[in-house]
């Protein structure tokens, strides 16, 4: 891949291709593919997340995202600086949210360890997933047995327990701030 510095070029992950594609993904009647669009919107939701809790200035949502690497980080390059509070982005997110939010997880240990952050969220092979299907999930034995979910309507937060520590989903505190960010950008350009 060349690196052209072209505003829609590698090494920028826009939001709506992601989310195009892992859609695609998802409704396909194939089980393979049903998981690696969730082994993909994991992977761009907790880059985003990793971006908004450590980058400088750190709560920002930005409009498209470096992928390249093993940090991600805000997008660059194009034919102007990387905007803040995009909506596309926060639309994104909310929808990925929405969908996978309860499947989504991350170890408390994360921030610590970037090991574990390359293998569990950068990692180019995906994690053994629960199986899906026609938008539902069977859910895993880490919940009850049998129990099937729409994923749409499902709660965002779950609380658990692993040998690896205390896991927990994405945090609701996050999800409000993309709502709040986009509410407050919205009120900002009207």
Same mark, same amino acid.
């Not at 999800?175 to 009120?187: A, D, P």
């Given at each position: 891949?060349?690196?052209?510095?072209? /505003?829609?070029?590698?090494?920028?992950g826009?939001?709506p291709l992601?989310?195009?594609i892992?859609?695609?993904?998802?409704?396909?009647?194939? *089980?393979?593919? /049903?998981? *690696?669009?969730?082994?993909?919107?994991t992977?761009? $939701?907790?880059?985003?997340?990793?971006?908004?809790?450590?980058d400088?200035p750190?709560?920002?949502?930005?409009?498209?995202?470096?992928?390249? *690497?093993?940090?991600?980080?805000?997008?660059v390059g194009?034919?102007?600086?990387?905007?803040?509070?995009?909506?596309w982005?926060?639309? $994104?997110?909310l #929808?990925?949210?929405?969908?996978f939010? #309860?499947?989504?997880?991350?170890?408390? #240990?994360?921030?610590?360890?970037?090991n574990?952050?390359?293998?569990e $969220?950068?990692?180019?092979?995906?994690p053994?997933?629960?199986? $899906?299907?026609?938008g539902?999930?069977?859910?895993?034995?880490t919940?009850? /047995?049998? /129990?099937?979910? #729409?994923t749409?309507? +499902?709660?965002?937060?779950?609380?658990?327990?692993?040998?690896?520590?205390?896991r927990?989903?994405?945090?609701?505190?996050?999800?409000?701030?993309? +709502?709040?960010?986009?509410?407050?950008?919205?009120?900002?350009?009207?």
């Amino acid at each position: 891949m060349i690196n052209s510095h072209q /505003q829609w070029d590698y090494p920028n992950g826009w939001p709506p291709l992601n989310h195009m594609i892992i859609e695609g993904l998802r409704r396909s009647d194939n *089980k393979l593919m /049903q998981k *690696k669009a969730f082994w993909l919107a994991t992977k761009w $939701v907790l880059s985003n997340y990793r971006v908004y809790r450590n980058d400088s200035p750190k709560g920002k949502m930005w409009e498209k995202y470096e992928v390249n *690497k093993f940090k991600p980080n805000k997008g660059v390059g194009g034919e102007y600086q990387v905007q803040a509070g995009f909506g596309w982005t926060n639309g $994104v997110i909310l #929808d990925l949210l929405t969908t996978f939010g #309860d499947r989504i997880e991350f170890k408390n #240990d994360l921030e610590m360890n970037p090991n574990a952050v390359a293998k569990e $969220v950068i990692s180019n092979e995906p994690p053994n997933l629960p199986d $899906v299907g026609g938008g539902n999930l069977q859910q895993n034995n880490t919940l009850q /047995q049998n /129990q099937t979910i #729409d994923t749409r309507e +499902t709660s965002l937060l779950k609380q658990g327990s692993s040998s690896n520590g205390s896991r927990m989903t994405l945090s609701l505190a996050f999800l409000c701030l993309c +709502t709040l960010i986009s509410i407050l950008v919205h009120s900002y350009t009207l």
